[in-house]
């Protein structure tokens, strides 16, 4: 281990967000001082705001979680929003972070951030050897700029700044809103909707044909914090389950879990994106991590969570 949380004053911006929130309730069984933003002190994209923040609040560990989000259609809908907005959360934490003598930092990105056709199982250093996938290059070109200015401060300045590669995330606190979610909500949201009204069938976005990689982001959460005691090097690391299956099949599978025994049709108006994105782990592995929570337990407890109502876009 590499670096101890223990006493420490731990910043988790973004804990409203579904990683931010899932890192809130890991570190409640690490000895720290959780510390949280509230929106509306703090507008993480200025810059003014974020500094007095950090001034004032002296994080000596810094989860950056906060992002703007969202599926497929919302990535190509609002470029704006997924650029921008995610190159100054970055820029502003990462930088009011090194000014206030933050020990250490975990930078999040994502598994967009690899080239469209990059060469499967995606390693870390297949970032920017191609071209990236058109749907979502607008988010994956801000969290590129996340990990080489956590890069930069690193050469430049000496900062203890890592950056960790997430791969598709899901579980407690995920958006079901049918037009901006990623699938696996959107998923559970129409089988249900589908076994509610008694439906023959339900449809799915695109051929059903692109593989991904999914993980609990409880699972992503606890990898966080291992990587943020154990992990200190200049390169991004990746963090995924190892296993992805055809979106066709996840349908099938969350059709199971919730019960719906109808048909599923597809709409072929709706993008298919990358084909595939499944992550090389090996890196994470061998620092002695690994995924506990089954694809099915994980669906089974995201679907508890939407009965209970308490979830966003409904
Ligand atoms: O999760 P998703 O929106 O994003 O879509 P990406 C994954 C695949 O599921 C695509 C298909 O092939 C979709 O066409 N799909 C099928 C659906 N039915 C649905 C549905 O009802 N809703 C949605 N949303 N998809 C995102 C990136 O890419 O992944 C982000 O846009 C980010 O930037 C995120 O990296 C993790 O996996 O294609």
Redesign the pocket.
């Known amino acids: 281990m590499t670096y101890s949380l223990e006493g420490k004053r731990v910043f988790v911006a973004g804990h409203r967000g579904m990683v931010g929130a899932a890192l809130v309730r890991r570190l409640a069984s690490e000895s720290c001082e959780i510390l949280t933003a509230p929106r509306e002190r703090v507008d993480l994209t200025r810059a003014d705001e974020v500094g007095a923040w950090f001034r004032a609040e002296r994080p000596q560990a810094v989860f950056l979680a906060a992002a703007k ?5 919302a ?1 190509a809908t609002y470029p704006v929003d997924f650029l921008r907005d995610n190159l100054l959360i970055a820029t502003h934490v990462i930088d009011a972070a090194y000014r206030t003598g933050t020990e250490k930092l975990l930078n999040l990105g ?3 951030i690899y080239p469209k056709f990059a060469p499967q199982p995606i390693a870390e250093a297949a970032l920017l050897t191609g071209p990236l996938e058109p ?2 290059e607008w ?2 070109l801000a969290k590129i700029a996340g990990i080489k200015l956590a890069q930069a401060y690193r050469r430049q300045y000496g900062c203890d700044f890592i950056s960790a590669m997430p791969t ?2 899901y579980g407690t606190g995920d958006n079901y809103d ?1 037009e901006t ?4 909500p ?2 559970i949201r ?1 089988a249900h909707e589908a076994k509610a009204k008694g439906a023959d069938s339900m449809t ?3 051929s ?1 044909t ?1 593989r ?1 990689e999914f993980l609990h982001v409880d699972d992503a959460a606890d990898a966080c914090i291992h990587l943020m005691k154990a992990y200190s090097e200049d390169e991004h690391i990746n963090i995924g389950s190892g296993e992805d299956l055809p ?1 066709l099949d996840l ?1 099938r599978l969350v059709a199971e879990v919730v019960g719906f025994g109808g048909r599923i049709e597809h709409d072929p108006t ?5 084909p595939r ?1 499944l992550m090389n782990s090996e890196k994470l592995k061998r620092l002695g991590w690994r995924a506990r929570i089954s694809l099915r337990d994980g669906i089974a407890s995201a679907y508890r969570d939407f009965l209970q109502g308490d979830v966003r876009g409904r």
């Open positions: 989000v969202g599926g497929i259609l990535n994502s598994s967009c749907t979502n988010y994956a598709n995330l049918p979610s990623h699938v696996l959107a998923l129409k799915i976005w695109g059903g692109p991904r979106i349908a709706k993008p298919d994106g990358t994105k």
